[in-house]
């Protein structure tokens, strides 16, 4: 996606000028945003379904793993941080 942005912006691949130097930097600073928050996010559903949380790791490179944990109900009862949302 980023290759046919700069393609359409007039860069090539031996020259990539002040802008795409930009343009990579925001998405690069974008992805770490969205990293952080999507690895503690699973990490904390790893953990309520009574899995490791270091698990959380494997579903980025499975991610049918993470898709399947999604669907897995959690833990019954109430945990440290709230009661039991299913009554």
């Given at each position: 996606?980023?290759?046919?942005?700069?393609?359409?912006?007039?860069?090539?691949?031996?020259?990539?000028?002040?802008v795409g130097?930009?343009?990579?930097?925001?998405?690069?600073?974008?992805?770490?945003?969205?990293?952080?928050?999507?690895?503690?996010?699973?990490?904390?559903?790893?953990?309520?379904?009574?899995?490791g949380g270091?698990?959380?790791?494997?579903?980025?490179f499975v991610?049918?793993?993470?898709?399947?944990?999604?669907?897995?109900?959690?833990?019954?009862?109430?945990?440290?941080?709230?009661?039991?949302?299913?009554?």
């Amino acid at each position: 996606m980023l290759y046919v942005l700069l393609v359409t912006l007039g860069m090539s691949d031996s020259s990539l000028t002040a802008v795409g130097v930009i343009l990579l930097a925001i998405i690069a600073i974008y992805g770490l945003f969205v990293l952080i928050p999507s690895l503690a996010l699973a990490w904390r559903r790893y953990q309520d379904i009574g899995w490791g949380g270091a698990l959380s790791i494997v579903g980025w490179f499975v991610p049918l793993l993470t898709f399947i944990v999604a669907f897995i109900p959690g833990n019954p009862g109430p945990n440290q941080f709230r009661p039991d949302p299913k009554g």
